[in-house]
């Protein structure tokens, strides 16, 4: 065999490149003690710069070495001029260049850079923002870069169309551009803001212009776009999506285009009942009220009163109750005036509480505030109508597309949420087929929007009689907004429970919830006002389950039949012991 070349064996190499590792891996280890032990001592000199920089270069992700190259850096600042700080960033900032090839996704390098530019006696943006461009290139969702380059373009001033022009750019090369197209997301705002929300009638209207000069730098916003531009995007984005209908970036963006802006923080309801002489606080999202600052005013006088949510567990609720002293509104033959100031929103809400009436309200509707459907223009109502004929269109040729079938029902729901709501429910049951496992996501979303829907006819029709029988209702949302409800029917539904949420129906007397599948009433919380409860056909197990109607010091009639409690021995006596009140239960 003379003349070939000898291969070593594979166990021969393995053991050489143990070796190699080993012996790396002690020289490593060596210099890290040597950096700990100089650290210990307070060494701060260029020795150990060095030293630092051969261990980060092999390593980005050592933040405890970065903390010390701080400290360093720091020091010398002391002892340098101007001029050598400034070449001694820009080697830093060559030398994080390096680190970057290494792992490009490096929290100690992208950080300690961020901090290295802000250190800088003249910085070069430009650089900076060239960094970034070359950086996106390679991976254009690298969320350490888009963080610094956020950065970079606030602390430099960078515009806002300038940045809106990158992010074009972007997508243009690549429709696939998730982190571009959430990043146009936060600039159009500013750029091109939208009117807002009509004013709440105890706060004063806000100036502005639907289409006002484009911000020096993106800063805090509503996301809010003036409509010119939400019709221009609809046309970008649909580009998109036809050439790749399966890519979710652009679908996602779309659906960021067809929400709403964020409801103005606001009191969206007073309540006010003579008997219980209490009154309830409805707001536009969740708050503690504990910390908000709130304070009842009654006929001119401040009231020392402990606010408490519906619920203990809901510490951020929409719905706040007080009790007042005995005796402050409880005379029919009185009137009142009641109210509700809240301090930090320098916002407040009056209501009347007229002779002779047991309950007095004052409220903006779901419809008045636009809550589950804005009111569109008759040039966006035309372009969201056109839309949805595209999204049906492309729906023929990409009939498995969830993300089709999910935008055409969210067009629907911005176009005409009552008018289309057979329709919604049929494309929902194809979702459901389409994209299994996501059926209990569908399920829930489907539940919330029949809800909406439900909501608005009640409202339209002005009753306070609520019906969501057979609706396959998975869940249950927007309860703050049946505040006023006093019967609700919820039967032959898929619930598995009552949330804590529930107990923000605080006029309600008459609940059923026959044929469902719940288990637990959590929600049944101090209902003062309930004395009917239909429960029949559901999976009520053992009587600590109904523990929780004992705060109902009202309710005198439960159906139970149905419920495997009923087969309990002696249960009869047993719920009479526990439920008093009750004078009529059904097993």
């Given at each position: 065999m003379h003349g070939?070349?000898?291969?070593?064996?594979?166990?021969?190499?393995?053991?050489?490149?143990?070796?190699?590792?080993?012996?790396?891996?002690?020289?490593?280890?060596?210099?890290?003690?040597?950096c700990f032990t100089k650290r210990k001592e307070g060494v701060l000199d260029e020795e150990v710069l060095l030293l630092t920089q051969q261990l980060l270069s092999s390593n980005p992700d050592f933040a405890t070495l970065w903390n010390y190259r701080r400290e360093i850096l720091l020091h010398l600042e002391t002892v340098r001029s101007e001029d050598e700080i400034q070449r001694l960033y820009e080697e830093e900032l060559s030398f994080l260049e390096a680190c970057l090839k290494v792992n490009p996704k490096s929290y100690g390098s992208w950080h300690h850079?961020?901090?290295?530019?802000?250190?800088?006696?003249?910085?070069?943006?430009?650089?900076?923002?060239?960094?970034?461009?070359?950086?996106?290139?390679?991976?254009?969702?690298?969320?350490?870069?888009?963080?610094?380059?956020?950065?970079?373009?606030?602390?430099?001033?960078?515009?806002?169309?300038?940045?809106?022009?990158?992010?074009?750019?972007?997508?243009?090369?690549?429709?696939?551009?998730?982190?571009?197209?959430?990043?146009?997301?936060?600039?159009?705002?500013?750029?091109?803001?939208?009117?807002?929300?009509?004013?709440?009638?105890?706060?004063?209207?806000?100036?502005?212009?639907?289409?006002?000069?484009?911000s020096t730098s993106p800063q805090t916003h509503s996301h809010r776009v003036c409509e010119e531009q939400l019709l221009k995007e609809y046309e970008l984005v649909q580009n998109a999506f036809f050439t790749d209908p399966n890519d979710q970036s652009a679908w996602f963006y779309y659906r960021w285009l067809l929400g709403r802006a964020e409801r103005e923080e606001m009191i969206s309801c007073v309540y006010v009942s003579r008997e219980g002489e209490r009154v309830v606080v409805a707001f536009s999202r969740p708050v503690n009220a504990l910390s908000v600052g709130l304070l009842l005013v009654v006929d001119g006088q401040p009231q020392q009163v402990n606010w408490r949510s519906a619920h203990p567990r809901l510490r951020h609720s929409p719905m706040w109750i007080c009790d007042l002293p005995p005796g402050t509104i409880s005379d029919t033959s009185n009137e009142h005036n009641l109210t509700?100031?809240?301090?930090?929103?320098?916002?407040?809400?009056?209501c009347a509480l007229y002779t002779g009436r047991s309950e007095s309200w004052c409220r903006d509707s779901a419809t008045d505030l636009e809550l589950f459907r804005s009111e569109l223009s008759v040039e966006k109502s035309s372009v969201l109508q056109s839309e949805l004929q595209s999204c049906t269109q492309l729906l023929e040729l990409e009939p498995q597309n969830k993300w089709c079938l999910l935008t055409i029902i969210l067009?629907?729901?911005?176009?005409?949420?009552?008018?289309?709501?057979?329709?919604?429910?049929?494309?929902f049951q194809t979702l459901k087929e389409v994209d299994s496992m996501r059926t209990s996501y569908y399920s829930d979303l489907c539940s919330k929007f029949m809800i909406e829907n439900t909501i608005l006819k009640m409202e339209y029709a002005e009753v306070r009689v609520f019906s969501l029988c057979e609706k396959n209702l998975s869940t249950l949302c927007h309860l703050d907004q049946l505040l006023l409800v006093t019967h609700i029917n919820l039967s032959s539904n898929q619930l598995l429970g009552l949330p804590p949420q529930f107990a923000m129906l605080q006029c309600l007397e008459v609940l059923q919830a026959d044929d469902n599948a719940i288990e637990n009433l959590e929600g049944v919380y101090h209902l003062s006002k309930l004395e009917e409860v239909s429960l029949r056909n559901n999976n009520i197990t053992q009587l600590s389950d109904l523990k929780i109607l004992t705060t109902c010091p009202r309710l005198a009639r439960l159906d139970l039949r149905g419920n495997p409690i009923t087969q309990i021995a002696n249960i009869q006596s047993q719920l009479a012991e526990l439920l008093p009140s009750i004078t009529e239960l059904l097993l």
């Open positions: 070939r070349v000898k291969l070593k064996s594979t166990a021969q190499q393995e053991e050489e490149k143990r070796k190699e590792r080993e012996k790396k891996l002690k020289i490593y280890l060596t210099s890290r003690d040597a850079r961020g901090w290295v530019s802000t250190r800088l006696p003249r910085p070069d943006w430009a650089r900076e923002l060239s960094l970034c461009e070359r950086c996106l290139s390679l991976d254009d969702r690298n969320f350490h870069c888009w963080d610094y380059r956020r950065m970079v373009v606030r602390v430099s001033g960078v515009p806002v169309d300038q940045e809106l022009q990158f992010t074009d750019r972007l997508i243009g090369s690549n429709f696939s551009n998730y982190s571009s197209w959430h990043y146009r997301s936060t600039l159009l705002p500013l750029l091109h803001p939208g009117s807002p929300e009509a004013a709440s009638p105890q706060r004063e209207p806000p100036t502005s212009s639907a289409c006002s000069s484009p509700v100031h809240w301090t930090e929103r320098h916002t407040h809400r009056d067009l629907m729901r911005a176009l005409d949420p009552l008018g289309y709501e057979k329709e919604t429910l049929a494309y």
